[in-house]
Nanobody, 120 residues
Framework: QVQLVESGGGLVQPGGSLRLSCAAS????????MRWHRQAPGKERELVAD???????NYADSVKGRFTISRDNTKSTVYLQMNSLKPEDTAVYYC??????????????WGQGTQVTVSS
């Protein structure tokens, strides 16, 4: 099985920064795309950013220029650097990877979520 452990969420003032981390462990074979999603209260989950195995990144329009996704393949970890945070960035942030294991074919795996609250 694959486990994803997220960290780095918390309370920050508008204009502040946070860095989220998501470390994958378990019987991982290969990891393809790694993504960050978020879900605000009363809203649907949305894709915030994704990064391919080759390092190409894409972002939601709402976070372009403020958020940066990166990955460390040696640590099976994906990061989300969030700068110039706004109250509307408040949400539970989830990491998601597309990976295979020694026993199963390619599947999506999800973290448990970490709360990010932007408020003065």
């Amino acid at each position: 099985q694959v486990q994803l452990v997220e960290s780095g969420g918390g309370l920050v003032q508008p204009g502040g920064s946070l860095r989220l981390s998501c470390a994958a462990s378990g019987s991982i074979g290969s990891i393809g795309s790694m993504r960050w999603h978020r879900q605000a209260p009363g809203k649907e989950r949305e894709l915030v950013a994704d990064i391919t195995s080759g390092g190409s990144a894409n972002y939601a329009d709402s976070v372009k220029g403020r958020f940066t996704i990166s990955r460390d393949n040696t640590k099976s970890t994906v990061y989300l650097q969030m700068n110039s945070l706004k109250p509307e960035d408040t949400a539970v942030y989830y990491c998601n990877i597309y990976a295979n294991t020694w026993r199963s074919s390619w599947s999506d795996y999800w973290g448990q979520g970490t709360q990010v609250t932007v408020s003065s």
